[in-house]
C-alpha cells in the first residue's frame, strides 16, 4: 500500500507518464495521442523521403526493388511489432491495475523473448529472402536490388525489434514523448546518412539499407535508456527467471496479434505477386500507392494504438465505462483525419503520383488507385479504432482471424478482377479486405464490452485511488 502510494506520486510528477484511469478522457487521449501521431508521421515521412532519395538518386527500378521489399519486410517486422503490442497490452493492464510486481515480471520477461526472437528472425528471414522474392514474382531485373537491400536489412532486424518492443513498453504506461523524441533524431541521421551514402559515395540501394538500421539502433538506444530511469521498473534476477506463467501468458497475448500482422502481410505479399505479373510499371504504381496509403492511414492507427494504451489501462483497473468514451475519441479522431486526407487522395491523384514517379505509365496507374482508396479510408480508420480496443481488453485471437478475412478478400479480389480491370483491382481488393474486417471487429468489440457495461460495477479502488480522483489530472 504505502509502496503503491509512494510510486503514484512519482508517476504524477513525471510528465511524460499518463494514467489513462483517472481523469477526462478526450484530454487524455490527445495529450497521447499528438506526439504518437507526430512519431508515426515521421516515421512514415522518412520511410517515404527515403525511397523518394532512392527513386530520385538511382531510377525507377532501383524505388521499384525498395518498394517490392515493403511487404516481405512488413512480415517479418510486423510480426515483430503485433508480438510487441501484445506484450504492451499485457504491461498496460499491469499498469492500470497499479501491480507493479506484476508489471517488472511481465518486462523480464518480454526481454528474453525479445533477444531469442532477434536470433531466431534474424536467421530465418535471410535464409528465405531469396526463395520469398522468387515466390513474389519479383522482376529479374529488380532481384539484385533487392537481395542487397534485403540481406542488410533483415540482418539488422534486431534493431527493429529492440525499438519496437522498447516502444511498446513506454506506450503502455502512457508514454508517448520518448518515441517521439527517439523518432526525431534517428529520422534526421537516416536521411543525413541516406543522402551521404547515395549522393556522396554513389552507393547504391545498400546504403539506404544500412541508413534504416542504423537510425533504428539508434531509436532504440533512446527508448531504453528512457525505461530504465521510470521509478516503478525496478526490475532484479527474480523478474528475469523462467516463469513459465507469464511466458504462456505473454505469448497467448503477443502471438495471435503477431500472426495477425503477418497473416496482413502474406495477403499484401499475394497482391505483390499478382500485379508483379503484369511488369514493372506495375510493381512501381503499387509501391508508390503504398506508401501513400501507408502515410494517409497513419493518423487513424495511430488513434487505434491510442486506444489500445487507453483500453488496457482501464480494462486492467475495471473501468468498463470509460472505455465505450474512449471509443468515442477515437472515432472522431479517425473521421476528421478521414475527411482530410481522403480528400487529398481523391482531388490531387497525378500531384502525389508524381512526387514518387516518373514514367508516363506508372504514374496513371497510380492515379486510378488513389481516388477509389481515398474515398473509401473512412473504413479502414474506423478498423484500426475498434481493432485496437478488441486488443485492449485482452482478446487477440479475434483480431487474428479478422487478419485471415482480410487476407483472403485480398486475395480472391485481386485474383478475380485484375484480368478484367486491371490495376483497379488491387485497390477494391483492399476496401473489400476493410469493410470486411470492420464489420467483424465490431461485433467482437461489442461482444467483449457489453456484457462488461451491462454488470458494471464500481471496483473497489484502493484508497490512493480516492486521492487521486481529488487531484484530478
Known sequence: MIVELFYWIRIMKDKKIIDFTIGKPSSLIMRFFWPLLLTSMLQQLYSFVDVMIVGKGLGDNAFAAVGNMGSLFFLIVGFTFGLANGFGVLIAQSFGAKNYQQLCQRLGCTIHLSIGLSVVLTSLSILILPSALRLMNTDPL??????????????????????????????AIGDSRTPLKAIIISSIINLALDSFFIFTLGMGVEGAAIATVLSQFLSSLICISRIRKISFINLNSSHFRNSRQT??????????????????????????????????????????CSKYLNLFMNPAATAGNAMSAYTSQNYGAKEYNR???????CLFISFITYILLGTVMV??????????????????????????????LIFVDCLFVIRSGVQGM????????????????????????????????????????????????????????????????????????????????
Request: charged share 15%; glycine share 8%; with cysteine.
Open 142 to 171: 529488380l532481384m539484385p536490388d533487392c537481395l542487397k537491400y534485403g540481406y542488410i536489412v533483415f540482418g539488422g532486424v534486431s534493431m527493429a525489434i529492440s525499438y519496437n518492443v522498447s516502444a511498446a513498453i513506454l506506450r
Open 323 to 329: 472505455i465505450k468514451d474512449g471509443l468515442k475519441v
Open 347 to 376: 482531388l490531387f491523384p497525378k500531384t502525389l503520383a508524381e512526387i514518387l514517379i516518373e514514367g508516363d505509365a506508372p504514374m496513371k496507374l497510380a492515379c486510378d488507385y488513389l481516388p477509389i482508396c481515398g474515398m473509401s
Open 247 to 288: 511466458y504462456i501468458v505473454l505469448f497467448s497475448n503477443g502471438l495471435p496479434m503477431a500472426f495477425m500482422n503477418s497473416i496482413t502481410a502474406i495477403g499484401c505479399m499475394v497482391v505483390q505477386h499478382n500485379v508483379n505479373e503484369y511488369g514493372v510499371a506495375y510493381t512501381t504504381a503499387y509501391s508508390a
Open 394 to 473: 485482452g482478446h487477440p485471437v479475434p483480431t487474428m482471424w479478422s487478419g485471415v478475412l482480410e487476407m483472403l478478400l485480398r486475395i480472391i479480389v485481386v485474383y478475380t478482377f485484375m484480368g478484367t480491370v486491371g490495376f483497379r483491382a488491387a485497390a477494391y481488393a483492399e476496401i473489400c479486405a476493410w469493410v470486411g474486417a470492420l464489420l467483424y471487429n465490431v461485433m467482437m468489440f461489442s461482444k467483449f464490452l457489453i456484457p462488461k457495461l451491462r454488470g458494471y460495477e464500481e471496483p473497489e479502488r484502493r484508497s490512493h485511488f480516492s486521492f487521486a480522483k481529488k487531484v484530478r489530472i
